[in-house]
């Protein structure tokens, strides 16, 4: 598993050069057969509404990361995840927070796909064109790219 930090608005100063304390998140790529994988945007009252990222959220105090991707999952989009495997972590220094997510590639999942947070979805390939993208999302399609020898 990989780690790397990533700054979403390096022009922002930071109060004091204070630690903030890191959000940790749990984030699925949802994958399918053909290669397409899930973005959703983010809901109206959300930090970044309207930007598409991969569907995930914040791991609750007592829940393993796993649990809280699967919990993420359910009541976002109303689906049971069956195969889902640990892939990368990225640490993104947003405005609002200090984010660790914790990618997992999920590879199948039971139910039907609602979207409960009135959020968009769609299934995207590369090169995406869902706009305007996460800075936390744009790792993951650099991963993917290289994965499939697009980069």
């Known amino acids: 598993m990989t780690q790397s930090l ?3 608005d390096p022009d922002i100063a930071r109060e004091g050069g204070t630690q903030r304390p890191e959000v940790q998140v749990a984030v699925g790529v949802l994958l399918r057969a053909d290669g397409a994988f899930l973005l959703t945007s ?3 009252g959300k930090a970044y509404a309207g930007y598409w990222e991969f569907p995930g959220g ?4 007592g829940e393993s990361i796993q649990q809280a991707l699967c919990r993420e999952l359910q009541e976002e989009l109303g689906i049971l ?3 889902a495997t640990s892939w990368k972590v990225e640490v993104v220094d947003y405005p609002h927070a200090l984010v660790r997510l914790h990618f997992f590639k999920v590879t199948a999942w039971s139910g039907t796909m609602q979207m409960r947070e009135q959020q968009a979805a769609r ?3 590369l090169p995406v064109t869902a706009s305007p993208i996460l800075p936390g999302t744009i790792p993951v399609l650099e991963w993917l790219a290289l ?3 697009r980069i």
């Open 81 to 83: 995840v069956t195969a």
């Open 6 to 8: 990533r700054i979403a």
């Open 58 to 61: 914040k791991v609750e105090p």
């Open 42 to 44: 983010r809901p109206v």
């Open 147 to 149: 994965e499939s020898g």
């Open 123 to 125: 299934w995207e390939t």
